[in-house]
């Protein structure tokens, strides 16, 4: 009853400028990312109420050329009304219940053909897991089971991550948390925008 959240959200997606003039334009819809590294599994990825932090990001794919499918020359951001829809939603205690035990079950199917288990990582330089091999395989089992079972899939996906250093000395909040949404239903996303801070 609880998977399916009431209310709009608002989403910012760092992209190259030219992709983002399209996406007005209506001549393009964003893809979705297919990485073994994506945090929360695969979809179109948003970071929830903060176009900054998608235009720093889109400023990282500038000088990380690799790190995206396309080159970013000038970095911008696109808005987006997201409606996340039957979400699985990480914030929530049986969201969790149910990862855990897609995690068992996974460990349980690789250890049967005698696969090693994917695990996350951090970059060379970072203190945080930025390469999350492991997380997003068993987003991808969660979604995969549910498929098996023919229930009802998940349309988004939305989970809180602690990154970056603590704000001051034995702080709880650390300078770059924020929550991410992974949109799987590319129906989920009801109309983009340009965001006011992003207008040339």
């Avoid at 608002?10 to 001549?27: E, N, P, Q, R, T």
């Avoid at 808005?79 to 349980?108: F, K, P, R």
Wanted: contains cysteine.
């Amino acid at each position: 009853m609880y998977e399916v959240l009431p209310s709009f959200v608002l989403g910012f997606h760092g992209c190259d400028l030219s992709i983002a003039d399209d996406v007005f334009a209506g001549k393009r819809i964003l893809q979705p990312s297919a990485n073994e590294y994506d945090w929360i599994g695969h979809g179109i990825y948003f970071w929830e109420n903060s176009p900054t932090r998608a235009a720093a990001y889109a400023q990282q794919l500038k000088l990380r050329p690799g790190r995206s499918r396309g080159k970013v020359r000038k970095p911008a951001v696109i808005g987006a009304v997201i409606d996340l829809g039957h979400c699985l939603n990480l914030l929530n205690a049986e969201a969790i219940d149910l990862v855990t035990q897609a995690h068992s079950q996974l460990t349980e199917a690789m250890h049967t053909a005698g696969a090693p288990m994917p695990v996350n990582r951090a970059p060379r330089g970072s203190a945080d897991l930025l390469l999350r091999n492991l997380d997003c395989a068993v987003i991808e089992f969660v979604h995969k089971l549910r498929a098996q079972d023919q229930s009802s899939p998940f349309q988004s996906v939305r989970a809180a991550f602690i990154e970056g250093e603590p704000i001051y000395q034995t702080a709880g909040f650390h300078r770059q948390t924020h929550i991410q949404i992974c949109v799987r239903d590319p129906a989920c996303i009801k109309g983009y925008f340009r965001p006011m801070s992003a207008q040339r």
